[in-house]
């Protein structure tokens, strides 16, 4: 198979936009509490602009990134690195979100 033949696999594309797409190998929960990081850091941009705080906005910005990179979305590209390293690094991702303070100590999980 071609490069080209993989990259709807690889690339999702919105408004003439490409986006990288999760790493498949990540198993879902793992992706759902990496995606759920990554909802929470995105809403604290938002908030931390509305209010004004460039240190909550540095706080979100770093979450939403350290989600991405984990979700395989940022950093080197999912497809050619082996399958077992990217979990451990998914792994080792959602474990440094879940020792950042929590933006909203008010969210009821």
Do not use: F, N
């Amino acid at each position: 198979m071609s490069a080209g033949e993989h990259d709807e696999e690889r690339w999702l594309v919105i408004d003439g936009r490409r986006w990288r797409r999760t790493d498949p190998a990540i198993p879902e929960e793992l992706a759902a509490a990496l995606r759920s990081h990554l909802g929470r850091g995105r809403s604290g941009v938002r908030s931390a602009k509305r209010a004004g705080d460039e240190e909550a906005i540095a706080a979100a910005r770093r979450r939403v990134g350290l989600a991405k990179h984990g979700l395989g979305e940022r950093g080197p590209y999912w497809w050619e690195r082996p399958e077992p390293e990217r979990v451990a690094d998914a792994r080792a991702a959602l474990r440094d979100l879940d020792a950042l303070p929590d933006p909203d100590p008010l969210r009821d999980d």
